[in-house]
């Protein structure tokens, strides 16, 4: 959930302090402009197939590491500036694409942790993903006027390391994700 919560902190302060950045000198473009740069973010829905495949033939600990270090290098892109139309929009793809593929991989996650009670669980993740997403739209303003774009690009990286990080050192019952473990 903490990992899951982080990326989605990331997310939302991606995407707002992109359209607040856009909307601003030097780049001052309209909305249906800045609105443009969400068609990047569709490759994230085509990378949900793909991470299901891939979660049912790997742990789900390596396809959201795999899935966070694309996120993260989306993000690294993004830093660099918004002045090439061209590398924001891979930018953003590389982020959306990530951040969609980790989701999905850590939906499987929990529901695994006990089946039965699936849906609950999920009700339960789903609940603390959003209010933890709503921190980063929260602060996206504040912190772009506080740190600029660059700033605000980096500390959504730091995010996502910090969620790397807890999906790395797991849950402390061993190798890969819980699915692994389904008679523990």
């Known amino acids: 959930m903490a990992a899951g919560g982080l990326w989605y902190l990331a997310f939302n302060l991606i995407w707002v302090a992109l359209a607040l950045a856009l909307g601003r000198p030097p780049y001052s473009l309209a909305p249906t402009a800045i609105g443009l ?12 197939p793909v991470a299901g495949r891939l979660t049912d033939r790997h742990s789900s600990r390596t396809v959201i590491t795999a899935s966070l270090a694309t996120a993260a290098t989306g993000t ?20 959306d694409a990530g951040a969609f593929a980790a989701q999905a991989a850590n939906q499987s996650r ?34 772009l006027e506080a740190v600029g774009w660059t700033g605000t690009a980096l500390t959504a990286l730091a995010a996502l390391t910090a969620a790397a990080g807890v999906v790395r050192t797991g849950d402390g019952r061993g190798r890969g994700a819980v699915r692994e473990s389904p008679l523990r």
């Open 76 to 95: 690294a892109l993004l830093a660099t500036g918004l002045g090439t139309p061209l590398v924001t929009a891979v930018g953003l793809a590389l982020f």
């Open 37 to 48: 740069y969400s068609l990047a973010g569709l490759l994230g829905f085509l990378a949900l």
């Open 110 to 143: 929990v529901m695994a942790l006990d089946p039965e009670r699936g849906g609950s669980l999920s009700s339960v993740y789903l609940v603390l993903y959003f209010a933890v997403g709503a921190v980063g739209t929260t602060i996206a303003a504040p912190l």
